[in-house]
């Protein structure tokens, strides 16, 4: 085989003609992952009739320096490790790491807490002069391998699974390989069970252990709800004594999930009780949806349509084919919410967490319940659009499915289904719906509020800092806030504004990042009026119910399908009045 | 839990506070004195120095060191370290499992004997090996493993199966 790599865009391809030349390499390890490929057994034979494996110090006593591709296992310690592996990456088009310690130094980087020199006294106590001017002892702090050169692709494990090597090996003697695809690489099934015991559903047979999920549940959200357990073989995504997401503390933002590269994370499907809903036509279905769910679905919908708009009017025109009797458009309760919290807020001195998010919640009561009181959700979205559909349809048939960027509404009995942008294109496919069929000029939201406008800027699209509160202070007639607005970064992650008004003084708390957020959490929280904060990282465009993505392009793109859709509101005092007198009419209902 | 080992646990932790991550020291000194880290010890090591439970968990169930039980009079260690294993350490951690009924990381009923599997002892050269307590075992044969659990439990093994 003849492998080429391209300079510009790590882009491989090969011919594969002939078999590939293959050499396994070792640095600081147990040299257990090549044992895991030294005892394939019967599909060694497999192996050899695909790869001409020409350097395996484990196995073989040949040797040459003439290879395709590189496995290394091992973590790199020393200047002449370093040298040898530099060597190698020169010869190899592809460099795989095989294990967790070419991966990520993993036992090995235990030491790094150590200096290099009580590291030596400790372990070789006595032996000074021969360590001195020897080149096998001169160490520096252990490197994983992607910390000396460029690694093509990881095998994660410790040690790596057989059947994972062995799918890698026939993948790359098959078909050239792409670098940027690299964690799509299939996997083959482990005999271990699914957990679905939550909302969030674990599936170990997909798992790789890259470990994404984990780290963002843990470093990033501080919530601690996952880790990887047991050893080698064993280890699986689980909760200590598998206790179970729901009795870890788990949020079900759902982070974990969209971050997963090959879903092995998934929620429970919706797609079925819906049909049955829409099947009994004694159901009067109220179908709301979150623009900003769409927005993500449009990545996974068959449709030659790149606005929103459009396929916003198709869907609506698809789902009334489908027996649903109201589409409602969830932002306009966005709105109202904004003048409920608005409301709130003058009227309570004290501080008021007004985020919309249920992880968000969640958080504040599992991690910081000395401020439990300070969350109102009487102004939240949900609560003021549960209200005002007993009001307008009564609830006897009344069933309610919400299409939503997040899956934590799953757990709320008060809907009787919740999909997520994952699931809209089942719905449709189930029932063989063509959106393009349907004309978009014909598929209008319902709105029994007199919203004339889609406008609406802020909370929940995105939380980029300034618009919610700016929002709220203005849905509730703080006139003279242009003027007096301040913003001060005060973190990274953290945002105070401070705005006059005639009705005082108020400030807020933006929080962009709930670990970083903690200290700010605790510190003299109670000085705020007002704190936001969000679990998932930009908001609801990177939900739990979202397509799953880390791409920023994606995100910006979502971002600029919501900005085109949305538009500017050209009679912005006459639409605060609309959603003031909305609200009104509202608010009284029991 | 009871008060004495909270005690043991306090004076652990207080050891270490100044050390970087000791989270691994006071696992390894917890397992010493206590005798193992079940769940109970790994949850007060958590509420009080602010470790996450998820976390200890994966470090405990990583390392086979680690015993969430109390152990049994004597532990037998199945070295399965490379050498071992390609001289048949399976065959003779299989056996064992067999012979004593239960798998690695449980102890027998009678709470005499636990077994272990563990990563290479060291003594590559007389592999396999298999240590009971402190004594080594090389060049082990399935055959004679019975012969050797006798030494320590006075009876047959066979009457665990
Ligand atoms: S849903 Fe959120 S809190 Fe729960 S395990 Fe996933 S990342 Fe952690
Ligand atoms: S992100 Fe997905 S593949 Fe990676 S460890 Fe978590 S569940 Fe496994
Ligand atoms: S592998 Fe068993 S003693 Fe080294």
Redesign the interface.
Known sequence: MNIIKSNDNNDISADISSKPRVGFFDFASCEGCQLQIANLEEEILDVVDRLEIVSFREVMKNHSDDYDIAFIEGSIHRPIDEERLKDIRSRAAILIALGDCACTGSVNKLRNDWSVDNVKAEVYRGAEAAMKNNDFFDIFPTKRLDEVVDVDFYIRGCPVRKEQVLYYIKRLSSMPPHKNLDLRFGVVPRDIEKDVRSIIQYNPQKCILCRHCEIICNDILNVHAIGITNKGNESIVSTPFDIGLDNNKCISCGQCLVNCPVGAFTSSSSVERVLELLDDPENFVVFVIDPIAVASAMEILPTENTQLRPVMGSLIAALRDMNVKKVIDFTHFGYLSLAAQGEHVKTHKDMTFTSWCPSAHSYIEKFLPEFKKHIHKETSPEYLMLKAFRKWYGDENLKIVFLSPCIVHKGNPDFDAVLTARELPGLLKSRAIDLDFYDPEKGAFDCELGLSSVYVKGASSDYTYSLPIIEIAYMSKFNNLDAGLAVTTIGDYAHELAFDSEEGFFNALVIEDITRASKYLKKDIRKYNVVELYPCFHGCLTGGGQVPTTSMDLLNKRRDLLKNYKGECKAKDLFVSQIISAYDSIKEVE | MDTKDKFIIDTILEKFTDM??PT?MILQNIQEILGCVR?EY?TYVAESNGY???????IV????QFRLSPPGKHTIKICK??AC?VRGGAAIQKNLQNLLGIKPGDTTEDGVFTLESV??LGCCGLSPVIMIDNETYGRVKTSKLQEILVKYKGVSANENQ
């Open positions: 970087k991550d691994l769940e790994l996450s439970l998820t976390e200890l968990y994966g169930s990583f390392y086979p370290g490379t294993h990563r290479c």
